[in-house]
């Protein structure tokens, strides 16, 4: 019965709402087949993120890291965006006026931009991007590279992926630009554990310049105690509730 309470509620907020901004985590993919790190079965359950996600694990062994990726990317490559991802097309749609909808999110895996979504800051990078060492270069990778470690066309030196990895900083215009977004009358916390910072700042931050604030998640967070609502549940299937469009047609937009 609450749910359904909340849930109205969340809707009547966005009836009214002038701006919304979003912030997702490795939750709004798992439906999409993409494993989470921190749940039961997740990626730091079987890896330590201390010899894969540090600058000084890369140092030590590229290689290592490399094929971690490319493991990755072979699973993200055949993933597809699934419910919560298009719902969030369809919110950005309705929100079509300058800055009023920004997407937020952690994930590295570009399915918000091949969902639809425009209005984007990827904090954490994207696992389609390899950054030089050496000319600093960026560049996008359409395929997982053949030989690895990947060197640099241009310079020879090490490639790395475009990723955030702990202790490392993100890129100030991106945390420029979240921290703007939290200056917003709805922020939806979509899929995250809310144990990473600086991201989990932002939510925080929304409540304080007083937006509501409205997590959706399978299971309580260290975020739940600070947000307005939590809907408990999978993203896509809260999404679709939220955004009252049938599952056939949240996927065309
Ligand atoms: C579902 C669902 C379904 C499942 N539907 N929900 C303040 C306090 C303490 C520590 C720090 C602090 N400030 C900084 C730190 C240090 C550190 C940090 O946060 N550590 C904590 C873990 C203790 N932060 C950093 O190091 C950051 N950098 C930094 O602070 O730099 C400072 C600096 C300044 C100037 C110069 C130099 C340095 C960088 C953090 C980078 C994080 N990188 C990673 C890897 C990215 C690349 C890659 O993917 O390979 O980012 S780690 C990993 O965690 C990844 C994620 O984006 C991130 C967040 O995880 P997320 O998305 O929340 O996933 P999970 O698994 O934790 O949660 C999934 C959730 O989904 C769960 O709640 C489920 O219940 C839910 N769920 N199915 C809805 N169907
Ligand atoms: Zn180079």
Redesign the pocket.
């Known amino acids: 019965m609450k749910i359904s309470t909340d849930l109205k509620l969340v809707q009547a907020r966005l009836q009214s709402a002038k701006r919304v901004s979003a912030l997702t985590?490795?939750?709004?993919s798992?439906?999409s087949g993409i494993p989470?790190?921190?749940?039961k079965g997740?990626i730091w359950e079987k890896f330590d993120?201390s010899k894969l996600?540090t600058p000084e694990a890369f140092a030590k062994d590229p290689k290592h890291v490399w094929e971690w990726?490319a493991l990755?990317m072979q699973a993200i490559r055949e993933a597809k965006p699934n419910a919560?991802h298009h719902a969030l097309v369809h919110l950005e749609k309705r929100f079509s006026t300058p800055n009023s909808f920004q997407l937020i999110t952690?994930?590295?895996d570009n399915l918000h931009r091949t969902a639809g979504s425009q209005n984007l800051i990827e904090l954490?990078?994207n696992?389609w991007r390899t950054r030089c060492l050496g000319c600093k270069v960026i560049r996008s990778l359409s395929a997982v590279p053949d030989v690895l470690p990947p060197y640099c066309l241009d310079c020879g030196n090490l490639l790395r992926?475009d990723?955030?990895?702990?202790?490392?900083?993100?890129d100030p215009q991106a945390i420029v630009d979240a921290e703007a977004a939290c200056e917003t009358d709805i922020f939806l916390v979509?899929?995250?554990?809310?144990?990473?910072?600086?991201?989990?700042g932002l939510a925080h931050q929304a409540k304080r310049a007083g937006a509501f604030v409205v997590e959706?998640?399978?299971?309580r967070?260290a975020l739940s105690e600070i947000v307005d609502i939590s809907l408990l549940?999978?993203?896509?299937e809260i999404l679709e509730k939220i955004m009252g469009i049938k599952e056939e047609d949240l996927f065309s937009h």
């Open positions: 985590g490795a939750g709004i798992a439906e989470t790190f921190r749940d997740g993120p996600a990726y990755r919560a952690q994930n590295i954490h990078g696992i992926p990723v955030v990895w702990f202790g490392e900083a993100l979509i899929g995250t554990s809310g144990e990473v910072w600086p991201a989990a959706v998640n399978t299971q967070t549940g999978k993203a896509g």
